[in-house]
């Protein structure tokens, strides 16, 4: 477990430690932001932390056993049904569905309404990698100061597609139109990687340091 100081009107953010993504690239951006971090995968520091963040890179059964036999999707219901903000980054956002067609299937938390399936990219290359216009579908704090569209940087061959319209904010192309930012109530994500994304990826990270900080306002 490592920690960062930070003012003591900064919030918490815990980076839920599973074992898979790009932790550190995601401390660091958060910490440019104003953020106080924390790494771990100990119950009881992300049960204290104002915000959470799940990061993934990878394969999405792999990445749900783990987080079960860590106790980890109990712990996360736990924390957003009790209004913690939580934000899911490139697969961590697949994670908060309820299902993926990955690798033959496995359920998501159940976080948001809707399943993850492979893009429908006919003659264009799989994983989708590279930069993308994210285009706003509606107004939200989550895109605040984000010009529209928004460039970031995407690597997936997976991508969600909410039951909730009311829970997309973000929409990308690539061979299909898919939701890339998500935010229902307390849940956040996006597809791309924030922390490689540059000023905008640090923006939409920004925002959500801004969402924690009113836990503890």
């Known amino acids: ?25 995601v401390e660091k951006s958060l910490q440019k932001v104003g953020a106080a971090t924390v790494m771990s995968r100990d119950p009881e520091v992300l049960r204290a932390a104002d915000g959470l963040l799940l990061p993934g890179v990878g394969a999405f059964p792999a990445a749900m ?65 590279g930069w993308n216009e994210v285009r706003w579908v509606r107004e939200h704090p989550l895109r605040d100061g984000l010009p529209d569209p928004t460039h970031l940087y995407h690597v997936h061959t997976f991508a969600p597609h909410p ?30 990687h924030p922390e490689k994304s540059s000023t905008h990826g640090l923006g939409l990270l920004a925002n959500f340091t801004k969402r924690c900080a009113q836990v503890i306002a």
Do not use: W
Request: net charge negative; proline share 5%.
């Open 163 to 192: 039951t909730d319209e009311d829970a997309v904010l973000g929409v990308a192309e690539y061979g299909e139109t898919f939701a890339t930012v998500v935010a229902q109530g307390n849940i956040y994500g996006a597809q791309s």
């Open 1 to 25: 477990m490592s920690a960062t100081p930070a003012p003591a009107a900064a919030p918490t953010i815990a980076i839920v430690d599973y074992g898979m993504g790009n932790r550190r690239s």
């Open 65 to 129: 056993r783990i987080i079960r036999e860590l106790g980890l999707d109990e712990l996360l219901k736990e924390r957003a049904a009790a209004g913690t903000p939580l934000f899911g980054s490139c697969m961590g956002m697949q994670l908060l569905f309820e299902e993926s067609e990955e690798h033959g299937g496995a359920e998501g938390l159940g976080l948001l309404r809707g399943s993850v399936k492979r893009l429908q990219a006919p003659g264009l290359n799989l994983p989708h990698i």
